[in-house]
Every structure is written in structure tokens, then in C-alpha cells.
């Protein structure tokens, strides 16, 4: 897990190089940037930008999942979120997938990553330099260790610094809708 910390950490510093203005209007947050390959488009947000996924006070279920392609356990349960995200994507449910990856892989990894899964579910990049602010802002007790999973609807929230099988992240999923 500390290893993680390090590596997400040092992602943190290599952001500081990429930082571009933010801007954000009451409604909705307005991106840091929009790239775009082969017709897919992915936003990416700094922290404030993001903050809103991480707080709708509504009865709609939201699933979001820190995640990187050079993650080997978030590769591995990106499939799980999918087919999950497809089975409940009808009712009141919302799964986000914040990569963290250096900005500027986002057009030759993540976005090839996202078309060759075949991934529905919204994909935003996160791409703030202050980690140290941020992922305490996230969860008080996470260390930014990755993959790392919030849980939520309403007041209810669950944190996982942890990999997910298919069977545990629908289980978990099923603790909220019942």
C-alpha cells in the first residue's frame, strides 16, 4: 500500500507541471480541459472541479473509482465496474471513473484504455497538484493508495482502499439499494 502512496504522490508533482487555469460556474464545473481522440471526449477537473461528483444529496446511487492504466488491480476490476455500471445504469444509479494518470498520457492510454474496454460509464481525468489537500478532502482515512472506491447516496457513504471481485462490488452496491 505505501508503494501505491509514492507513486500517486510523485503523479502529484508530475501535475503541478501541467496545471491550467480553472474556472468554475454555480451549476456545473467547467473543465480544466477537454481532450478529444477519435471522436471520444474526456474532461478533466482539479480538485474543486470534482468535488461536485463527490457530493449529490439525492437518491440516486453514485459509484466513483479512483483509478490509473498503470494500476494493475484497477486494470484488472475495470471490467467489474462495467458490467455492473450496464446492469443498474437504468435506475437511480451513477458509477464515475476518475483516472489519475499524467495528463499527458491521456490521449496515447486512456482514452485507447476507455475504447478498447468498451467503457460506458463517465470517465473524468483529475488532474491537481495538491494531493495533500485533496485526498484527505476525499476520505480523512485514505492514503491515496489506488484503486480506491466511494460508495453513496444521500448521507450515506462507504469508503474501499481495496480491489474489488465482481461479486464484492455488487454486493456492496446491494447494500445501498436495499
Not at 54 to 73: E, K, M, S
Request: aromatic fraction near 16%; include cysteine.
Amino acid at each position: 500500500m505505501h508503494h501505491y502512496k509514492q507513486i500517486i504522490l510523485l503523479i502529484m508533482v508530475q501535475f503541478s507541471f501541467c496545471y491550467i487555469g480553472y474556472s468554475q460556474n454555480a451549476n456545473k464545473p467547467k473543465p480544466l480541459k477537454v481532450y478529444e481522440k477519435d471522436g471520444f471526449k474526456l474532461k478533466s477537473y482539479n480538485y474543486d472541479g470534482l468535488e461536485s461528483y463527490l457530493n449529490h444529496n439525492n437518491d440516486t446511487l453514485y459509484v466513483i473509482n479512483f483509478w490509473a492504466t498503470w494500476c494493475v488491480p484497477c486494470v484488472k476490476e475495470m471490467p467489474y465496474f462495467e458490467a455492473l455500471n450496464q446492469k443498474y445504469k437504468a435506475g437511480k444509479f451513477k458509477m464515475i471513473l476518475v483516472s489519475l494518470d499524467f495528463p499527458k498520457m491521456v490521449e496515447s492510454r486512456v482514452i485507447p484504455f476507455i475504447q478498447n474496454k468498451k467503457i460506458q460509464a463517465e470517465v473524468v481525468l483529475l488532474d491537481d497538484p495538491d494531493s495533500n489537500s485533496w485526498i484527505e478532502k476525499v476520505a480523512k482515512k485514505w492514503t491515496g493508495a489506488i484503486p480506491f472506491t466511494i460508495i453513496y447516496r444521500n448521507e450515506r457513504r462507504k469508503f474501499y482502499e481495496q480491489s474489488f471481485t465482481e461479486q464484492e462490488l455488487e454486493f456492496e452496491i446491494k447494500s445501498f439499494i436495499n
